[in-house]
T-cell receptor, first 118, second 111 residues
Framework: GAVVSQHPSRVICKSGTSVKIECRSL??????MFWYRQFPKQSLMLMAT?????????EQGVEKDKFLINHASLTLSTLTVTSAHPEDSSFYIC??????????????FGPGTRLTVL | QQQVKQSPQSLIVQKGGISIINCAYE??????FPWYQQFPGKGPALLIA?????SEKKEGRFTISFNKSAKQFSLHIMDSQPGDSATYFC??????????FGAGTRLTVKP
């Protein structure tokens, strides 16, 4: 299998606080993980590409100081939304690509995290 | 710039019918074309994928048809079932991790 988990699945926070979302590949190693944002009834928007042991690559228009990404191991990447505001409310989804031992082009997605900022 | 164009935006099919969703891409460097199925409040799940060295791939009721010269590919769902009702996304990527998604098609299969 290729299972990716995310934690938490839902989070509600007050404006100005920071929220950390974890993405784990449970049964494979992932050198590369991705973070997406999805608004209701819209497609997935790539925010950043996370590579284990190096700095994340952010897409144009995504604030790196706002969305902190850490990929400290081959099975874990974290996204921290700093000083969250209501406009950051969205569905955040991570995905991971296998390092080896299978289809290395396929991105396997986590179940998503619903963030609501009050 | 939208690199992958997907149509239709929404689709209603009767149970037992064939659902067809089309995608077109622009970047000839793309060499991997997956389809994802997403239910409300869930992450996308890989359905089926194809590479440009074949023109068709079938897995159960799901078939991808690929036309390299036209830079188009499509998903066919045979014998559509109400449980297939979901949003479907096509995507295209290359070895540089550059995966681009279509806008999505909301499929409703009526019983």
């Amino acid at each position: 299998g290729a299972v990716v988990s995310q934690h938490p699945s839902r989070v509600i926070c007050k404006s100005g606080t920071s929220v950390k979302i974890e993405c784990r590949s449970l049964d494979f190693q992932a050198t590369t993980m991705f973070w997406y944002r999805q608004f209701p009834k819209q497609s997935l928007m790539l925010m950043a590409t996370s590579n284990e042991g190096s700095k994340a690559t952010y897409e144009q228009g995504v604030e790196k100081d706002k969305f902190l990404i850490n990929h400290a191991s081959l099975t874990l990447s974290t996204l921290t939304v700093t000083s969250a505001h209501p406009e950051d409310s969205s569905f955040y989804i991570c995905s991971a690509k296998r390092t080896s031992g299978g289809a290395t082009d396929t991105q396997y997605f986590g179940p998503g995290t619903r963030l609501t900022v009050l | 710039q939208q690199q992958v164009k997907q149509s239709p935006q929404s689709l209603i099919v009767q149970k037992g019918g064939i659902s067809i969703i089309n995608c077109a891409y622009e970047n000839t460097a793309f060499d991997y074309f997956p389809w994802y199925q997403q239910f409300p409040g869930k992450g996308p799940a890989l359905l089926i994928a194809i590479r440009p060295d074949v023109s068709e791939k079938k897995e159960g009721r799901f078939t991808i048809s690929f036309n390299k010269s036209a830079k188009q590919f499509s998903l066919h769902i045979m014998d559509s079932q109400p449980g297939d009702s979901a949003t479907y996304f096509c995507a295209a990527s290359n070895n540089n991790n550059d995966m681009r998604f279509g806008a999505g098609t909301r499929l409703t299969v009526k019983p």
